[in-house]
Nanobody, 122 residues
Framework: QVQLVESGGGAVQAGGSLRLSCAAS????????MGWFRQAPGKEREFVAA???????TYADSVKGRFTISRDNAKNTVYLQMNSLKPEDTAVYYC????????????????WGQGTQVTVSS
């Protein structure tokens, strides 16, 4: 069982930056793929980025070049550095974890955090 707790959300103006953190419980963090998803009001949850246990990273086209996912296995924490934020990045951001292959479909992830709100104003 893995428990995930996000932090770092907030309100920022367009062009600004935020860093989200996701702290995971459990001793097998390094064996898990970790991902970030987001859900805007009235929209489906969508993939943002993922960090595989082997060290690779995957990004949605909409955030490539602006967002960076990283992980610190010693701290059981995954981060999402968000730069050049746009109003369309406004959403609740969720951390996810799973030991299976990285997929962009939310149904392929077993563990979820409670979410943290990111609001970007123009």
């Amino acid at each position: 069982q893995v428990q995930l707790v996000e932090s770092g959300g907030g309100a920022v103006q367009a062009g600004g930056s935020l860093r989200l953190s996701c702290a995971a419980s459990g001793r097998t963090f390094r064996a898990y793929n970790m991902g970030w998803f987001r859900q805007a009001p009235g929209k489906e949850r969508e993939f943002v980025a993922a960090s595989s246990w082997s060290g690779g990273s995957t990004y949605a086209d909409s955030v490539k070049g602006r967002f960076t996912i990283s992980r610190d296995n010693a701290k059981n924490t995954v981060y999402l550095q968000m730069n050049s934020l746009k109003p369309e990045d406004t959403a609740v951001y969720y951390c996810a974890g799973d030991a299976r292959a990285v997929v962009t479909d939310p149904s392929g992830w077993n563990y979820w955090g409670q979410g943290t709100q990111v609001t970007v104003s123009s």
